[in-house]
């Protein structure tokens, strides 16, 4: 038994599971926590760059080792950019997605090899807005402004569904009664799909398997964005009134001339 254990130990709803101090660079925990400070942040002694955290047993060391892997992953796409750059990462990368997806978008009306290059780009696109959302919104406690965060993750939202519509245009004559989409019309049918709209005109053609795992795919990513979007929005709408006086700049910082 750790020091601290509950009285409701004994129960079997409550299970007592002791908060552990680890880092999920080094993988290595300290002794339980006896105020038990679940989620709380601290600076590895080995480096104040590894992500350690208060975790609960097992289950817990297992989701901060993927939270560490995906912002290692952030940190790739920032060590691209040199410099003055990196401050403004988010939208230098933000308009990098844009150009890469539109290249994908031209190219997916080619032959084969080239359509099977925009979908793999697609695909890849994909997966780093999805990584990066995630880093913004539930791993970053910081955000440098909550416009800022609306504005990332209405873009990539958008992105999103314009990765999509490069998934629809090279898949060839799978849509209404064996009809092929123009590149328009594909990322027209990919905004209809992910805003959950979906007016009918166009549909995936009867048997064809591909066009349907997509929009599945796509409508189940498009539903965390606005999910996130909500939230975001929400929280930044209900932050509940101020009614005392903004404090002078002076009175905040009193030795500074
Ligand atoms: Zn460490």
């Known amino acids: 038994m750790v020091s601290g254990t509950p009285a409701s130990s004994d129960s079997p709803i409550h299970v007592f599971h002791p908060i552990i101090p680890y880092c999920a660079d080094c993988n290595r925990s300290w002794e339980a926590d006896p105020e038990r400070r679940l989620g709380k942040r601290f600076l590895c002694p080995i480096s104040p760059r590894h992500v350690a955290a208060f975790v609960k047993g097992n289950p817990g060391k297992f989701w901060l080792r993927i939270e560490a892997r995906i912002l290692r992953y ?21 308009l990098a997605r844009a150009v890469i997806v539109a290249v994908a978008l031209d190219i997916s009306k080619f032959a084969k090899p080239e359509r099977v ?21 539930f791993i970053s406690r910081f955000p440098t402004h909550a416009l800022r965060s609306v504005l990332i993750v209405i873009t990539s939202f958008c992105l999103t569904a314009a990765s999509f ?15 092929e989409l123009g590149r328009l019309e594909s990322v027209y049918f990919s905004f209809a799909t992910i ?28 539903l965390f964005f606005l999910s996130v979007l909500l939230a975001t929005h929400a929280a930044w709408v209900s932050a509940p009134p101020n009614i005392s006086e903004p404090e002078s700049y002076r009175k905040i910082f009193p030795d500074r001339p």
């Open 74 to 94: 952030e940190f790739l796409t920032a060590g691209l950019l040199r410099g003055r750059m990196t401050r403004y990462k988010a939208s230098i990368m933000m």
């Open 117 to 137: 290059t925009a979908c793999a780009i697609g695909a890849a696109v994909v997966v780093d807005i999805l990584m990066n959302s995630i880093s913004v919104s």
């Open 165 to 179: 519509g490069v998934f629809y245009s090279s898949l060839g004559h799978v849509f209404n009664n064996g009809e």
């Open 195 to 222: 805003t959950t709209v979906g007016y009918g005109d166009i549909y995936p053609a009867k048997g064809a398997l591909a066009p349907k795992m997509l929009v599945i795919c796509e409508l189940l990513i498009g």
